[in-house]
């Protein structure tokens, strides 16, 4: 399976000109909010994608978000990059996430949590930290549809499905299938569209700590919390934030400041499920 997944991934087509005029701006640093709406408005999926997210539980704004420049006013203009870049590169893949038996819907959320995650906990601990890792963040489980599509390919779905349900464990069901960890899937895939490695460093180690370049560690420690975290099959379930709580004490982040951002969190989604 290695070989096919490899396959996989040198065979995928160049990224679409919207990525990469996306990715420019956001290396510019730009506040230029009219300038990004004129980028995303070229692809109407991405538009709608920010606009689900913005009217998400996740967020759980008082009324409907319904234009693009509100979003992004919202959400922040690099939360809202995020998002683009995102649900751009899922759609390029082009493959589903069946052996998951998950959709592409709910990997944009997650992805989203995942960010937003970085955005209400890591700002705590550092700003600009903060501002590098909301796109790892969101990409750092794109390799999840090269593995799915592999995974259906060899007709594994059935099998794959019930070592996930048996397990509760997707980061070592996907290495035992298919000899890859999908930090190494998704890193790979980032490395042949030629990506910084200011996005590929933290995401490939985020799950191979001890052999981390030191310059890329707390990276790979925060990524790799925000990955237990943000399950695509149990996101913030009890059993994950425990296991990410012990990664936060392990790793000396403070324990007070996570497990705040998290309630935050918890509760914007369950009050805003509640008015809906």
């Known amino acids: 399976m290695k070989k096919k997944i490899l396959k ?13 005029e996306l990715d420019n ?14 980028i995303l408005k070229k692809d109407p999926l991405i538009v709608a994608n920010i606009l689900k997210i913005a009217n998400s539980s996740m967020f759980g704004f008082r009324s409907k978000v319904d234009t693009l420049n509100r979003a992004i006013n919202l ?23 069946l052996a998951y038996a998950v959709s592409t819907d709910d990997f944009i959320l997650t992805s989203s949590l995942a960010s937003n995650i970085v955005n209400t ?22 390799g999840k549809f090269v593995i799915s599509q592999v995974i259906q390919e060899e007709k594994k779905t059935e099998e794959f499905l019930k070592e ?3 397990t ?6 996907e290495e035992k ?11 790979n895939i980032f490395k042949h569209w030629n990506l910084s490695h200011n996005i590929i460093f933290p995401i490939a180690f985020a799950e191979d700590i001890e052999n981390c370049p030191e310059s890329f560690k707390q990276k790979a420690q925060i990524l790799q919390i925000v990955k237990i975290l943000c399950d695509i099959r149990y996101p913030l379930s009890e ?31 369950k009050n805003s499920l509640n008015k809906s």
């Open 8 to 20: 996989e991934i040198t065979s995928l087509p160049p990224l679409p000109t919207n990525i990469i």
């Open 25 to 38: 701006f956001r290396k510019q640093n730009s506040t230029d909010s009219e300038k990004l709406v004129e």
């Open 75 to 97: 959400l922040g203009i690099k939360f809202a990059i995020s998002v683009a870049i995102g649900s751009s590169i899922s759609q390029t893949v082009k493959s589903n996430l």
């Open 121 to 142: 906990w890591v700002a705590n601990i550092n700003f600009d930290l903060k501002n590098e890792l909301l796109l790892p963040a969101f990409l750092q489980e794109v």
């Open 164 to 166: 996930l349900e048996e």
């Open 168 to 173: 509760k464990n997707t980061s070592l069901c």
């Open 177 to 187: 299938f298919t000899g890859f960890t999908c930090a190494r899937i998704t890193a």
């Open 239 to 269: 059993r994950n934030i425990e296991k990410a709580l012990e990664k936060v004490v392990e790793y000396n982040f403070d324990v007070e400041h996570f497990i705040n951002s998290i309630d935050v969190i918890k509760e914007v989604i």
